[in-house]
């Protein structure tokens, strides 16, 4: 009962929130120079699944984002303001990092099908997971169930072979379910800083059927690494519609 009262009150239409300035509404965060300031009141927020902004309850897409370990919430904002359209209900999914990503992955499959009771005219659903946070999504992908159409990104997640960590095993998925499309999107080993110091790319995931891309070296005149990656696959993808 805990995660459906949790539920329950991130759909409310809050009356405050357009007063509220220390919760980080989309469309209040800053990517420039108060960009670590907004990426604290996006880390901060509780764990589970908070919306980014209001809802009509008529939005066509159910956008959800998944950070990675130790994540400051600052990579988060540019990427969401460029995918978040009139026609997206955007959610932050806030979970721990630190411990087995297991409990949480079964969390969001929860939040996500409550959710949806709220948006009955949802035609899509998109999943872009982080670093750790692309190996939660893509532990999702195999046993996915859910009859709408449904993208699942892993950004620049170590997916490629087994591991254990924080107290669980993760397996790679060996099958895409139909109406599931799964997105590889892989940094540049040598550039990417959480990778860099591996034999091998931990990214590198045999799948068949699944979509994959090698993200240039640069971006914007800069060395394309590990945070801005979601920014560039932002950018690849443009608004969600």
Same mark, same amino acid.
């Given at each position: 009962m805990k995660y459906i009262v949790l539920t329950i009150i991130f759909l409310v239409p809050l009356a405050f929130a357009e007063n509220d300035q220390d919760y980080p509404w989309l469309q209040n965060l800053d990517p420039g120079e108060g960009?670590? =300031?907004?990426?604290?009141?996006? *880390?901060? @927020?509780?764990?589970?699944? /908070?919306p980014l902004e209001r809802f009509s309850g008529k939005e066509?897409? @159910?956008?959800?984002s998944v950070h990675g370990s130790r994540s400051e919430g600052y990579e988060w904002i540019y $990427?969401? =303001?460029t995918l978040d359209t009139e026609n997206s209900a955007t959610f932050f999914y806030r979970w721990d990092d630190r411990k087995c990503?297991?409990?949480? +992955?079964?969390?969001?499959?929860?939040?996500?099908?409550?959710v949806l009771k709220s948006f009955p005219d949802t035609e899509r659903v998109v999943i872009i997971g982080h670093s750790y946070g692309g190996v939660l999504v893509a532990s999702l992908v195999e046993g996915?169930?859910? &009859? @709408? *159409?449904?993208?699942?990104? *892993?950004? +620049?997640? $170590?997916?490629g072979s087994s591991f254990s960590r924080g107290g669980c095993y993760f397996n790679p998925p060996k099958d895409i379910p139909d109406k599931?499309?799964?997105? =590889?999107w892989r940094t540049q080993h040598h550039l990417d800083s959480a990778f860099n110091r591996?034999?091998?790319? $931990? =990214? /590198?995931?045999?799948l068949i !059927? &699944?979509?994959?891309?090698?993200? $240039?070296?640069?971006?914007?005149?800069?060395?394309? !690494?590990?945070?801005?990656?979601? *920014?560039?696959v932002a950018d690849e993808l443009g608004p969600i519609k």
């Open positions: 960009f670590k =300031q907004s990426g604290e009141k996006l *880390s901060g @927020l509780d764990l589970g699944l /908070n066509k897409v @159910l956008l959800v $990427p969401l =303001q990503y297991l409990s949480s +992955a079964e969390k969001l499959i929860f939040y996500i099908k409550e996915w169930k859910h &009859s @709408l *159409s449904t993208e699942i990104h *892993s950004v +620049a997640g $170590p997916i599931l499309t799964f997105y =590889q591996l034999k091998s790319d $931990p =990214q /590198n995931l045999n !059927g &699944s979509k994959v891309t090698r993200l $240039p070296e640069t971006y914007r005149g800069r060395r394309l !690494g590990h945070n801005w990656s979601i *920014s560039w």
